[in-house]
């Protein structure tokens, strides 16, 4: 008792009680992290490559932007082309991956709704390597344009739509796609391909290492190419303004 009345009466003397210390926590618990780094796990990087960046306690841990943060926060003068990254049954099998991923209409409808929510004036364009993410985003609105990314055959699949750029240009048609961005190895090899998908009524584009060659790139444009995908931005951007003017 004249423990408690002694701290009692000298408490004021002592100055104002102090807060206990707070925890410093990032945007994302603990629990959160270790839940991604499971599903992490069943996906074909996180398959063979242990080390995952941005995870809590783990890596050098950076915010990623979310879509609605690019949206509110970059000019409506900076278009976007959104590349919808969805696993394909094939791939999963073929890479041994549980086929685990979020269903595809809820998928989809979640981006849709964000766009028309706040993408105002800015210009859109929707891609992706997924002939169902491109069949569903054709189907659910006709506001942005829809390319189908694939690989020209080049590698072996298990989707005829990706096969070849025949069976690309025919699911484009088909779907009425804007167009297709193809593998740049054929399309520097034969030119004469970017006139036959153009001649379809469609979009041409290409994408791939080859374009960061300036020669591969005047080539592929020479023969009417729509639009090309570089790594070595300033390079190709200079060397096309260049042959414009």
């Known amino acids: 008792m004249a423990e408690t009345r002694f701290l009692e009466k000298s408490r004021g003397q002592l100055g104002p009680e102090r807060r206990p210390r707070s925890r410093s926590l990032n945007v994302y618990d603990d629990y959160r992290s270790e839940d991604l780094e499971e599903r992490i796990k069943l996906t074909d990087e996180g398959m063979h490559n242990p080390i995952k960046g941005n995870i809590r306690n783990t890596s050098i841990q950076e915010i990623f932007p979310t879509l609605e943060e690019l949206l509110t926060k970059l000019p409506e003068s900076i ?3 959104l590349e919808m990254k969805y696993p394909m049954l094939w791939e999963a099998e073929d890479r041994d991956m549980e086929p685990y991923a979020i269903e595809a209409n809820t998928f989809v409808d979640t981006v849709l709704g964000m766009i028309y929510r706040l993408s105002g004036t800015r210009n859109i ?7 169902e993410m491109c069949l569903l985003l054709s189907t659910k609105q006709n506001d942005f344009p829809v390319l189908f990314i694939n690989k020209a055959g080049s590698v072996p699949t298990g989707d005829v739509r990706a096969s070849s750029l025949q069976q690309a240009i025919r699911f484009a ?4 796609l804007a167009g297709i961005v193809m ?3 054929p399309l520097v090899m034969c030119p004469r391909l970017i006139k036959y998908a153009k001649s379809s009524g469609l979009v041409c584009c290409s994408y791939g290492d080859l374009n960061d060659d300036p020669e591969n790139a005047m080539l592929q444009v020479n023969a009417g190419l729509d ?4 790594n070595k931005v300033r390079l190709i951007s200079k060397t096309l303004a260049e042959a414009d003017s």
């Open 173 to 176: 048609k088909s779907w009425s």
């Open 183 to 185: 593998l740049s190895d």
């Open 227 to 230: 639009a090309i995908i570089v």
């Open 125 to 131: 364009t929707f891609s992706s390597f997924s002939p």
């Open 79 to 81: 278009a976007f082309d």
